[in-house]
C-alpha cells in the first residue's frame, strides 16, 4: 500500500491517494470558494471546478466518484446549488450523497464539498 498526498498545508491534505495495489482511493478535503463574494450557485461551479482540478491530479475525474458530502450554509440554497450540482455530475455515475445544512468555518462560505473516489491502479 502507498498513501501520496498532495497539496499538503501544516493542518491537512487538500487530497490523499491510496494505492491499495488493485485500486487507488482518492480522499478529496472539503473545499470551499475562492472567490467568496459569489452566490451560492457561483460558489457551488468554483468548487466544483477546484474537485476536477484535484481528481485529473490522481488521473480520474468525476465519474470516478463513488462518495460526496456537501455543507450548506444556508438549506434554503439546495435547490440552487443542486441546479449546478445536476448539470456537473457525471450521467449514470452520480456518486452516493448526503446533503447538510451546516454553520461553515467562515460566514462568507455559501457551500463546501468533499469527495471520495476509486480508480483502478
Known sequence: MEISRFEVGPRF???TVVDVGTAKLIYIAGQVAENT??????????VLQ???????????????IVA?????????????????????VAPGQAPARATIGAKL???EYKVEIEVTAAIKA
Open 13 to 15: 491534505s487538500e487530497m
Open 37 to 46: 463574494s459569489l452566490d451560492v450557485v457561483g460558489q457551488t461551479r468554483q
Open 50 to 64: 477546484i474537485i476536477d482540478r484535484l481528481l485529473a491530479k490522481a488521473g480520474a475525474d468525476k465519474s470516478s
Open 68 to 88: 460526496a458530502r456537501i455543507y450548506l450554509h444556508s438549506v434554503g440554497d439546495y435547490a440552487a446549488m443542486n441546479s449546478v450540482w445536476d448539470d456537473w
Open 105 to 107: 468555518i467562515h460566514h
